[in-house]
């Protein structure tokens, strides 16, 4: 059992930059891969970005490649996103997830791929 906890949202103004963190408890997470998935308002959850084991590999979506920067410290049990050049559009509650997904990085975008939620933070950016 993976418990996580997501912390460091909150409002930013457009252009601005915000990083979110993601703490985890209970089994070691360093054996999950783990992503960033968001969700707005009305909107369904989508993918932001996704990091392996070892973090040898990043995946992004198209919509925030280049800005966000997913990270993670094993020995911490902390997975991060930086985000950077903030848009109104990303405005979202993010949240963190832990699976297992094995393949190509389609699979890593996939939400039924990830076994453990966390509850999410709110990312409000403003025009």
């Known amino acids: 059992q993976v418990t996580l906890v997501e912390s460091g949202g909150g409002l930013v103004q457009a252009g601005g930059s915000l990083r979110v963190s993601c703490a985890a408890s209970?089994?070691?997470?360093?054996?999950?891969?783990m992503g960033w998935f968001r969700q707005a308002p009305g909107k369904e959850r989508e993918f932001v970005a996704a990091i392996t084991r070892d973090a040898a590999f990043t995946y992004y979506a198209d919509s925030v490649r280049g800005r966000f920067t997913i990270s993670r410290d094993n020995a911490k049990n902390t997975l991060y996103l930086q985000m950077n050049s903030l848009k109104p559009e990303d405005t979202a509650v993010y949240f963190c997830?832990?699976?297992?997904?094995?393949?190509?990085?389609?699979?890593?975008?996939?939400?039924?791929?990830?076994?453990?939620w966390g509850q999410g933070t709110q990312v409000t950016v403003s025009s």
């Open positions: 209970g089994r070691t997470v360093s054996t999950y891969a």
């Open positions: 997830a832990a699976g297992n997904p094995v393949g190509s990085s389609n699979y890593y975008r996939m939400r039924n791929n990830y076994y453990y």
